[in-house]
Nanobody, 124 residues
Framework: QVQLVESGGGLVQAGGSLRLSCAASGRTGSSYTMGWFRQAPGKEREFVAAINWSGGSTYYADSVKGRFTISRDNVKNTGYLQMNSLKPEDTAVYYC?????????????????WGQGTQVTVSS
């Protein structure tokens, strides 16, 4: 089992920045892909970004490409999502997730473990 805890959410004005963290604990010895998803009120949970175990490959949703950066520190068992140039439409609960099996980085079903989420609110 892997436990994931997100932090770093909050209220920010449009154009501002936030950095989300995702601390992993438990059986973190084996490699896992880390992803970030978000869910706005009344909408489905959607893919935001993913990073493979080595950090050498990253993937982004078109809506955040060029504004968000995903990274990870395997020594600290922590993943990050740097969010710049935030827009009101980025408002959502952000979830980190971990996947041990291979599969589409964009698909929720690929991920085995999920955090509880952290709220990000961007005011206009």
């Amino acid at each position: 089992q892997v436990q994931l805890v997100e932090s770093g959410g909050g209220l920010v004005q449009a154009g501002g920045s936030l950095r989300l963290s995702c601390a992993a604990s438990g059986r973190t010895g084996s490699s896992y892909t880390m992803g970030w998803f978000r869910q706005a009120p009344g909408k489905e949970r959607e893919f935001v970004a993913a990073i493979n175990w080595s950090g050498g490959s990253t993937y982004y949703a078109d809506s955040v490409k060029g504004r968000f950066t995903i990274s990870r520190d395997n020594v600290k068992n922590t993943g990050y999502l740097q969010m710049n140039s935030l827009k009101p439409e980025d408002t959502a609960v952000y979830y980190c997730a971990a996947a041990r099996k291979s599969g589409s980085y964009y698909a929720r079903g690929t991920y085995d473990y999920w955090g509880q989420g952290t709220q990000v609110t961007v005011s206009s």
